[in-house]
């Protein structure tokens, strides 16, 4: 089928989920014309960056909105009802205490995020938490499938849940960050690609160093999650079932996990800076 017969892809990204890798991945089945990465320019004080995607997207010329064939961004479920044409959603869902640790660490670990500065007032992740500072720390997962904008940190209701469940059976795949190989090969037979490889990328270098939580702080993070480790529960249960009611699934992923090995020299090479590429070169 024809690259412009084909609907759009809609990959929504909800932070340090992987998304990064799954971006740069996707990014090689399709054109450099076809992807618009979708970013709101601005941010409300105490909301997300996503919380505005769908509205900056939605102010686009139609024409702009309906050449790419790949969207993907930080954004909020709602980018299909500004897309003038057929489109289809795939994401990513992480468990959530391991997500919520994630996010902490990037925030405390960049200097360029919006909350670096404030951060560094809460030299552990219970008193992030417990500030208020970043919804990201409150049911993140299902605020963002829930195409959520407005709550309060503290305010996430099961209606909110029910509503995110409800618009992921629109998604054509929503996949787990734990089984990332098993989540592209999904995507690759949904639509038929046949470019898609990756090399792994933003990984946190401290991941593996860090202490585990106490039983207070992992506490803390399901109270505050509660939903999110049910979407997750129930995502990962549908997941399991798609992929084992899937003839020729196993083959596929084997198949897919050999040609991506061969593809890592060339890939880690290429997600490489510029700089770095001309001086291994010149050697």
């Known amino acids: 089928m024809p690259t412009t017969d084909r609907p759009t892809v809609i990959f929504l990204h909800v932070g340090k989920t992987a998304g990064a890798t799954m971006r740069r991945a ?23 960056r996503r919380d505005g995607a769908v ?46 640790r994630s996010q902490y660490h990037h925030v405390r670990r960049h200097e360029g995020h919006l909350l670096h500065e404030q951060a ?8 992030y938490i417990e500030s208020g500072l970043s919804l990201e720390m409150d049911n993140s997962q299902t ?29 054509a795949v929503a996949g787990l960050t734990e089984r990332f190989d098993e989540s592209l090969v999904a995507m690759i037979r949904a639509f038929d690609w046949r470019r898609v490889r990756y090399v792994t990328t933003n990984v946190d270098p401290s991941r593996g160093s860090r202490a585990p939580l106490t039983d207070d702080e992992l506490a803390l993070v399901r109270a505050r999650n509660e939903l999110d480790l ?54």
């Open 26 to 48: 996707l990014r090689r089945q399709f054109g450099r014309d076809d992807v618009l990465e979708v970013r709101a320019p601005t941010v409300r004080d105490g909301r997300l």
């Open 55 to 100: 509205a900056w997207f939605a102010s686009l010329p139609e024409a702009e909105r309906a050449r790419p064939r790949l969207l993907m961004g930080h954004m909020t479920y709602g980018l299909h009802e500004h897309v003038p044409r057929p489109s289809e959603y795939v994401t990513l869902l992480r468990e959530p205490v391991a997500l919520v």
């Open 120 to 127: 560094k007032a809460y030299p552990d992740l219970a008193s």
């Open 143 to 171: 605020r963002a499938l829930a195409g959520d904008t407005t709550t309060p940190f503290g305010g996430c209701t099961p209606e909110l849940l029910e509503r995110a469940k409800s618009n992921l059976e629109r998604f």
């Open 230 to 283: 049910t979407l997750y529960a129930w995502v990962a249960d549908r997941f399991e079932r798609d992929v084992a009611s899937s003839p020729g699934f196993a083959g596929e992923l084997d198949a897919f996990r050999a040609s991506n090995r061969r593809y890592g020299p060339i890939g880690k090479l290429a997600a490489m800076p510029k700089d770095s590429v001309a001086r291994l070169r010149s050697r």
